[in-house]
């Protein structure tokens, strides 16, 4: 069984930092892409940031861009998003996404929310 869970998300200040994690199961991680969205309220959802399989390659939003991190662990199955520099535009429900060829797979995502 696929899956993907996603933790770390929370409540926080202006500027401060939050790190994401995304613990997957049931696939062959170190085959995916993976990468993180989010969707705020009223909007479509975004891509955020994403790594190639085996790490080597990554992108980045403009609008987090020196922000944040992208990272994998392909031997713990997981992949990270390090967030610095939090601003209130950042909140959103964040989500892992897995993407291989025709397959793709969906975390439930986790709440961020940055407000003083």
């Known amino acids: 069984q696929v899956q993907l869970v996603e933790s770390g998300g929370g409540l926080v200040q202006p500027g401060g930092s939050l790190r994401l994690s995304c613990a997957a199961s049931g696939f062959t991680f170190s085959s995916y892409a993976m990468s993180w969205y989010r969707q705020a309220p009223g909007k479509e959802r975004e891509l955020v940031a994403g790594?190639?399989?085996?790490?080597?390659?990554?992108n980045y939003a403009d609008s987090v861009k020196g922000r944040f991190t992208i990272s994998r662990d392909n031997a713990k199955n997981t992949v990270y998003l390090q967030m610095n520099s939090l601003k209130p535009e950042d909140t959103a429900v964040y989500y892992c996404?897995?993407?291989?060829?025709?397959?793709?797979?969906w975390g439930q995502g986790t709440q961020v929310t940055v407000s003083s």
């Open positions: 790594t190639s399989s085996y790490g080597g390659s990554t």
């Open positions: 996404n897995a993407k291989f060829r025709v397959y793709q797979y």
